[in-house]
């Protein structure tokens, strides 16, 4: 018998495949002076309760989790008073995104969103053959709802708003997202992605508990990656109407929320006022990065994150990037747009600061 090393007759991806760029590993922060401000991490450790649940639970691994995700579904819907067949989880809200595009989008449908936002939203979207329809951001950053309901067509099953967006750190306010809503027919799903929410502080914020509770169509999507410092174990969850989550959950891959991740989730909703205090810190110091900012050459507009956006393009970019490469700063650079760095301890956000500050004054 032979065999063919003719690699054209092997198995061929669907098309998209040609478009979507295969992950490149960025530097790795293996040395202690190298601050990683390139992911929206929590800078801060582990809190000691939630690392002994893990400790615990790690007994007993050799079990499956539980599928139906009981605890922490009853537990997330008691933090925010909602019901428990309100909730889905999955492994990080990126896998619920995954999930929401199965339940809603078959091959060719529509799912718009505002860009510049979160890089794996056109992924999610092209991987489920459906189709990316992406609404630029407006000058000043902030979504374009108008354009993002005149893009919707017969073909739109869902659309993504970003509040606040990653990578720039604007939000939505809720009067905003009200009249939008108004444009939009009941059976698209609007899904609020509020990975940041724990950041926020503007008082007009969207309350997309209240959408939720007068509206078919919406669905907020929210993480333990961010302010509850659970990147590593992927857990994100979304909250919406039950007859959204129970589709939903049937989308799911069976046991995708692991048994670490359930019981430490559950534990870090047990420490909210902890990690609350963690947070407001890091709102602390984001007004005073982006106060001692002002002045500047650099455009940096209010946060409502837990990281800033320099709007820096073309060469000037490239010069800013190569700045905090050398000094040991790893940033999120999106080359036609702008620089995004995480904020984190004082000592942290000052290298970032002395950074910015030099290279404004070098141009
Ligand atoms: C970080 C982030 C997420 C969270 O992803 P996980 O899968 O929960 O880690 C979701 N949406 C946005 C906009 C983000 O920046």
Redesign the pocket.
């Known amino acids: 018998m032979t065999t063919t090393t003719n690699t054209h007759l092997g198995p061929q991806p669907r098309e998209v495949f040609n478009r979507i760029p295969g992950y490149k590993p960025g530097r790795k922060a293996d040395r202690p002076e190298i601050a990683p401000l390139a992911s929206?991490e929590s800078h801060h450790e582990p809190l000691p309760s939630v690392r002994e649940v893990i400790a615990n639970e790690a007994q007993r691994i050799n079990r499956y989790p539980d599928a139906a995700v009981v605890d922490l579904h009853a537990r997330i819907a008691e933090r925010y008073g909602v019901n428990d067949d309100q909730v889905a989880t999955g492994p990080?809200?990126?896998?619920v995104l995954q999930q929401i595009i199965a339940t809603y989008c078959a091959p060719g449908d529509e799912v718009v969103f505002a860009w510049r936002s979160?890089e794996a939203y056109p992924l999610l979207v092209d991987i489920a053959g459906a189709k990316p329809i992406m609404v630029p951001l407006l000058a000043d950053e902030r979504h374009d709802l108008d354009g993002i309901a005149a893009a919707i067509t017969d073909r739109t099953r869902v659309v993504l708003l970003?509040t606040p967006n990653?990578p720039t750190g604007v939000s939505l306010s809720h009067g905003e997202v009200v009249e939008f809503l108004d444009k939009v027919p009941e059976h698209i799903l609007v899904v609020i992605?509020e990975?940041y929410i724990e950041y926020e502080t503007a008082e007009d914020a969207v309350d997309s508990l209240a959408l939720i509770a007068e509206r078919p169509n919406v669905l907020t999507?929210r993480?333990f990656?961010?302010a509850y410092g659970l990147?590593g174990l992927?857990v994100?969850y979304a909250i919406s109407t039950g007859e959204i989550i129970g589709s939903l959950r049937k989308a799911a891959l069976p046991f995708s929320v692991n048994s670490l991740a359930q019981r430490a989730a559950i534990a870090s909703l047990d420490a909210d006022d902890e990690l609350a205090a963690r947070a407001a810190e890091v709102v602390g110091e984001r007004e005073r990065v982006v106060a001692a900012l002002q002045g500047t050459d650099w455009r940096v507009l209010p946060s409502q994150a837990n990281f800033i956006w320099v709007r820096a393009d073309g060469e000037r970019g490239a010069k800013l990037a190569k700045a905090f490469d050398d000094a040991d700063i790893l940033t999120r650079v999106f080359p036609d747009d702008g620089i995004r760095i995480t904020l984190a301890d004082a000592a942290s956000n000052d290298r970032v600061l002395k950074v910015l500050k030099d290279a404004a004054s070098t141009e």
């Open positions: 929206n990080g809200s990126i896998g979160f970003c990653n992605d990975a999507l993480t990656s961010k990147a992927r994100g």
